[in-house]
């Protein structure tokens, strides 16, 4: 059993019997189910899948950063951030807030946060992520020769950018210890990094970068809806949309998802999917997962003069940039806490700005027509957690930052799970 969750067994309630059971039920159609959904009928199970949008992917994986960074596993927690945590909250980074600093789900979230944040339990999260970010990209690659589905999907590299000696030594320390483990990662020197790519010429006062060269991008979007339409023609997946699941129904031989309409779709295992949305579900369940919201922002303008080949990571103004169908999608802003889905124009301003500062000709940043928002499901580790526990409820949530980099390994994970095998 994981033990980040912690499961009350008086709550498992009895329901209807198998009938016309699927053998597996999937619970949210973002990125990571429907990654599951394919794990799930690979392997030979019927699967159902349901979601309360009219299609897939229109929660956080919607326009995401796009960026398939298989070998950033990084974890958020580190001794350098527990640093600059009170200035952070007292607002000093136009992109950073922590909501509902009194509430009490953050409290216990951030004391958890706090015991994953020490130099032993980073570079213990970020391998376990490098782990499986690793089996994510083998997993992509294997759909793509069996499905060549089309998603603007690109083999880039990623250059994390450094404009802090001090900085960039930390990082040249994680990435040997990642190196270790299978990152195909180097450290460049501001020259290197602009023989590569060019556009960096234009990036005031780089001492250096982290470059990933096997990092991918691709639009999370249409991966899915691609993905669904295999699944449905293929593997005769059974897809439900504009079914909000309320509650589940166990009983000894199947389970029974209950939507508010009183919609019911009957498997033998449950799949629980739904992103943040999971820990209230699963607290219904009588299921506690440790996930907290951060909110972030994105927006998609017209390639700029000198729009970035390799996808960037700004790692001082924490923002991504990537190339997408030939435009730039940018991304960032993190709003810990914040459940509200609503783009606030002096937020979307600030991300704006920023990226401006960072790249000034990577996009055309004067005709950005709106923004995104969206919310990571963040645990304190920053490690998903993949788990069974009942024997009829597999959960498979808390991807946070990096929930497109993780479906296709944590899918796998999920299926071996159902399979019998252990548990992350
Ligand atoms: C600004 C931003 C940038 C990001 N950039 C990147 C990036 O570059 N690379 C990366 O790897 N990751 C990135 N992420 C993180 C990534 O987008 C998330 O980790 C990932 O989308 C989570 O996927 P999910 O399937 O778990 O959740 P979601 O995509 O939120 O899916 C959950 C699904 O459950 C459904 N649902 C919820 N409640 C119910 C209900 N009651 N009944 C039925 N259905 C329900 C929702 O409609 C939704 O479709 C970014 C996130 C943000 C916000």
């Given at each position: ?8 067994s ?122 499986l ?20 999907h ?26 270790r ?15 590569i ?54 009983a000894?031989?199947?389970?029974t ?21 999971a ?39 924490k ?29 979307l ?18 005709g950005?027509a ?43 994970r ?11």
């Amino acid at each position: 059993m994981n033990s980040v969750i912690q499961v009350d067994s008086s709550a498992a309630a009895q329901g209807p019997g198998a009938g016309d059971a699927v053998d597996v039920v999937v619970a949210g159609a973002g990125v990571v189910g429907v990654a599951t959904a394919y794990a799930m009928a690979r392997r030979g199970f019927s699967v159902a899948l349901v979601d309360r949008n009219p299609g897939p992917a229109l929660g956080a994986s919607y326009a995401n950063g796009a960026q398939l960074s298989y070998a950033y596993s990084d974890a958020l927690g580190s001794p350098s951030l527990l640093k600059k945590l009170p200035s952070l909250a007292l607002g000093a980074d136009p992109l950073f807030r922590i909501k509902g600093a009194f509430d009490v789900g953050l409290v216990d979230w951030g004391l958890r946060f706090l015991a994953a944040s020490t130099s032993a339990a980073n570079a213990a999260s970020t391998l376990a992520t490098l782990e499986l970010g690793l089996e994510s990209q083998r997993a992509m690659h294997g759909l793509l020769e069996r499905h060549p589905i089309a998603f603007d999907h690109l083999a880039a590299g990623k250059m994390h950018l450094y404009f802090d000696p001090e900085a960039l030594a930390s990082a040249a320390e994680t990435v040997a210890l990642k190196r270790r483990h299978g990152a195909v990662q180097e450290v460049l020197t501001a020259a290197e990094a602009i023989a590569i790519e060019p556009a960096l010429a234009g990036s005031k006062g780089l001492v250096g970068v982290v470059y990933s060269p096997q990092d991918e991008v691709g639009d999370p979007h249409r991966f899915s809806e691609q993905l669904i339409d295999v699944l449905r023609r293929d593997y005769g997946v059974r897809t439900y949309f504009n079914l909000d699941a309320r509650n589940a129904e166990f009983a000894r031989d199947a389970v029974t998802l209950v939507g508010s309409r009183g919609d019911r779709v009957v498997g033998r295992t449950l799949v629980v999917a739904l992103g943040i949305e999971a820990k209230d579900f699963l607290a219904r369940q009588g299921v506690r997962v440790p996930l907290l919201p951060m909110k972030g922002y994105s927006f998609t303008a017209a390639a700029g003069a000198n729009a970035p080949q390799v996808s960037i990571t700004d790692t001082a103004r924490k923002l991504v940039f990537c190339q997408l169908a030939g435009k730039v999608r940018v991304a960032g802003v993190a709003e810990l806490g914040s459940r509200d889905l609503r783009v606030q124009p002096q937020r979307l301003a600030a991300l704006v700005e920023t990226a401006r500062e960072s790249l000034p000709d990577a996009a055309d940043y004067s005709g950005i027509a709106g923004g995104w928002a969206g919310l990571r499901p963040m645990t304190p580790s920053s490690v998903p957690i993949i788990a069974r526990p009942r024997e009829r409820l597999i959960v498979n949530v808390g991807h946070g930052m990096l929930g497109w980099t993780l479906a296709m390994g944590s899918a796998e994970r999920a299926a071996a799970l159902l399979l019998g095998a252990g548990e992350t």
